[in-house]
T-cell receptor, first 115, second 108 residues
Framework: DGGITQSPKYLFRKEGQNVTLSCEQN?????MYWYRQDPGQGLRLIYY???????QKGDIAEGYSVSREKKESFPLTVTSAQKNPTAFYLC??????????????FGEGSRLTVL | RKEVEQDPGPFNVPEGATVAFNCTYS??????FFWYRQDCRKEPKLLMS???SGNEDGRFTAQLNRASQYISLLIRDSKLSDSATYLC?????????FGTGTSLTVIP
């Protein structure tokens, strides 16, 4: 089954600790994205990558870092510099569909709670 | 100005009702348009892509008006299981832009 796998699903972290969220896709998509969603709010873009070994900051990149060493993988590190990291994190990927951008496919999300 | 604007609702409708959601986008160069459904504490899932000619999938009809830069979603014969948040999503260049979502509750 093709899709996106995020892990862990739930994560608890103490203040001051870095944590890495995993995102793997087997859809052969070039583009991958990380979003953050807070309760009752819309999705906000953290980082995105259009191709291996390249990525760009989104609207709220401060306190986060990413890497894209393989096409299938786009891990997100939430660093201790992120002031309010408790949130629902969603990874997504997209491909092309007859020359126009195709839809976003989402993983099931990772829910991070800072204690 | 936000890239995508959407009425947050909430919409509370009885079973069997017809409900319509609208969404406007600001960039005339936008290329792809979608409606997603998001259940509480879950990831968004694609409901429909939206095409200029309009498209229908069972009880759901989506329309795109490029001249006025708006997208609509019509749900006929609402079911209890339609209760969710509906997200309007627009692709412009390399990025996707999301509306804040419209909350729908279908009441027995």
């Amino acid at each position: 089954d093709g899709g996106i796998t995020q892990s862990p699903k739930y994560l608890f972290r103490k203040e001051g600790q870095n944590v890495t969220l995993s995102c793997e896709q087997n859809l052969n998509h070039d583009a991958m994205y990380w979003y953050r969603q807070d309760p009752g709010q819309g999705l906000r873009l953290i980082y995105y990558s259009q191709i291996v070994n390249d990525f760009q900051k989104g609207d709220i990149a401060e306190g986060y870092s990413v890497s894209r060493e393989k096409k299938e993988s786009f891990p997100l590190t939430v660093t201790s510099a992120q002031k309010n990291p408790t949130a629902f994190y969603l990874c997504a990927s997209s491909g092309e569909r007859t020359g126009v951008p195709g839809e976003l496919f989402f993983g099931e999300g990772s829910r991070l709670t800072v204690l | 100005r936000k890239e995508v604007e959407q009425d947050p609702g909430p919409f509370n409708v009885p079973e069997g009702a017809t409900v319509a959601f609208n969404c406007t986008y600001s960039n005339s160069a936008s290329q792809s348009f979608f409606w997603y459904r998001q259940d509480c504490r879950k990831e968004p899932k694609l409901l429909m892509s939206v095409y200029s000619s309009g498209n229908e999938d069972g009880r759901f009809t989506a329309q795109l008006n490029r001249a006025s830069q708006y997208i609509s979603l019509l749900i006929r014969d609402s079911k209890l299981s339609d209760s969710a948040t509906y997200l309007c999503v627009v692709n412009t260049g390399n990025q996707f832009y999301f509306g804040t979502g419209t909350s729908l509750t279908v009441i027995p």
